[in-house]
């Protein structure tokens, strides 16, 4: 079973080289497959909030 990594990176654009992307991948490539990596950008850009 694979270890599960949540980052959850900046809020604005987050296309192709923008954002959190090359830290992302920078992440992937490191973690390698014994790891799951999750990332998901907050769902409201102007008023980021985590509700559990």
Do not use: W
Not at 10 to 28: H, K, M, N, P
């Amino acid at each position: 079973m694979k270890k599960q990594v949540l980052f959850i990176h900046s809020v604005g654009t987050q296309g192709s080289q923008q954002g959190s992307s090359g830290l992302i991948a920078y992440l992937q490539e490191r973690l390698g497959d014994e790891y799951n990596l999750l990332n998901t950008k907050m769902p409201v850009l102007d008023n980021p909030e985590y509700k559990p």
